[in-house]
């Protein structure tokens, strides 16, 4: 590109590197917008990235007017949309078309992408295109700019000229040696009311949306494909029965990997629908909280033999009954997010029957190293099993957010900070707000949040909800730690982000016993008589992250109940779609 106007807007680093192509001239009109689900470029089966500064990782906020000011329990932010910035990089981009900003504003879990509605060199501050933020913006909170025509400045970036229909590339290998497209498609493969269905071994790519959408089919399978480059998931089953995902590899997704919803909660029918065998990693490159890398919601649905790695937020979410997750290798996961849980649940006392079994748990500390959780029960989430998992240098390994009736026993927690959390928020900060609701629901109506709780089939397959109106409703009732091996690290004792382990008014209604922890463990004072402090022999004695975390037959774990952990059947398996096999085998 030799314009002289253009080549003004580049730094030096870039001019007679960029080049340019009219989408229009070749029949493309509709471009999307830089918040996410548009046309994006892709080059030799790779995604490309929208111009951006900085190249990598985020500014922060220097500070905010208090024009609208907002205080969450202490923490203070304005819901204006105008911040000041000290980066003088930002003051070069008064004269761009279309300047975007994409930040976690308030909340470390919660983000979103903002047009530019002026900058101010003099005062250096921003302000935004409503509408704001809900939450608002915080002093020290990150961002980074993109959509920025003057930010191409290394190989891989693009920019779209929207008005003009202009795409500018500055490409990283020679660009008439490679392979190049557009995305134009919303999604490619589109199933609906179908049965007895499979669809195996292609590869899909290249859709400003989804790239398959299964709606109320049954009997479906995506088996051994290889899906990538989607604007939004890549697969999406939404009802029917026994369809399922198997052995894919899903990677650089707009959005998230797979999504299933199924069963009937009304009458706790259970759909069978599953993501059993499949590698998914590096996805959620446009929507980087709560496109998780599988989500299911429903009843009776499985997630198992995953490998989910390299994902800015959670790597399962699961909402409903009865669903299973079992046998997953989870890593790297919330990494660019705090108070975010690789494995997240919340907010819902009928949501019972979940089982979390034999899963892998590694190196997950959120953004910063500032903290996030590994299986994360929020806000009252109630009736889960925990049983048979281990947890390797995770932050807040398992935590338990005021909710009841669930078991955490026979797990392995390695290196983490801290191992155990309980609290009783819904006694304290929560009890203003979502229990009172569900408890006026259940008063008046006899649900709770549309369930009949104490009435068949509910109340034979989870008697203890009949009468939880009488028996202290907003109390952490029911739970057990049991049986479980903590290896250095932390135990109960407050550590990192959220700053309590357990919390006081929650010890009288929890139920520890027969937990043993390392010497080298710390453990809160006031708890340690009803540990045992033992080394719990690992086979591979000193180094059990490179064991498969089994136990010497002369382990005080193993004398007193703990049964061994099947290691070698978590993670990936062979199959006629799948070489890799076990995570003991990476």
Known sequence: MTDDRTLEFFYPEARGKVFKADLKAAGLTEFGSPEGGGAELFFNDKPMRISRYPNSGFMKIKGILNEDPVDVRGTKGDL????????????????????????????????????????????????????YHNYGYRTGQWFYG?????????????????????????????????????SVNESIISMKNVTFVTIEGLILEGCTGTAIEMEKCNNCIIAGCTIRNTGNNGVVIDEGFNNGVKSCDIFEAGG????????????????GNFADNNHIHHIARLKRVYYPGISVSGVGNIISHNLIEHIPHMAIFFAGNENIIEYNDLNDVCYESNDAGAIYAGRNWTMRGNVIRYNYLRNISGFEGKGCVGIYLDDAFASADI???????????????????NRVINNIFVDCIPSIHVDARGLGWMENLHIPDWIKEAEEKGTILGIAYNKP?????????????SDEPRAPKGN??????????????AAGFWGMAIEKKARPYLT??????????????????????????????????KSDFQLDAESPAVKSGFVQIPFDRIGLYSDDHRSLLTVSDK
């Open 146 to 182: 993109f959509n920025l025509l003057s930010e191409i400045d290394e190989p891989g970036e693009y920019y779209i000229d929207r008005s003009d229909g202009i795409i500018y590339f500055y490409p990283p290998s020679p660009i008439l040696e490679s392979k190049s497209y557009v």
């Open 256 to 271: 998230g990997g797979i999504k299933i919803t199924g069963g009937d909660r009304k009458t706790l029918t259970p759909s």
């Open 480 to 493: 057990i730690i049991s049986n479980n091996i903590c290896y250095g690290g932390v135990w109960d004792k």
């Open 457 to 469: 089939p509910y109340s034979e397959r989870y008697p203890s909800l009949v009468n939880i109106l």
């Open 512 to 545: 520890m016993e027969n937990n043993i922890v390392s010497p080298d463990s710390e453990v809160e004072d006031s708890l340690s008589k009803s540990l045992t402090i033992s080394d719990p022999l690992f086979v591979v004695k000193n180094n059990p992250e």
């Open 80 to 131: 204006k949309g105008k911040f000041l910035y000290s980066d003088e990089r930002i003051s070069k981009w008064t004269n761009e078309k279309d300047a975007w900003v994409h930040g976690y504003w308030f909340w470390d879990w919660s983000e979103q992408r903002h047009k530019v509605l002026s900058i101010n060199p003099g005062k250096k501050l921003i302000e935004l295109v409503p509408p």
């Open 387 to 405: 049983t048979g998992n281990v947890f390797s240098k995770v932050s807040r390994a398992m935590m338990i957010g005021g909710g009841r009736d």
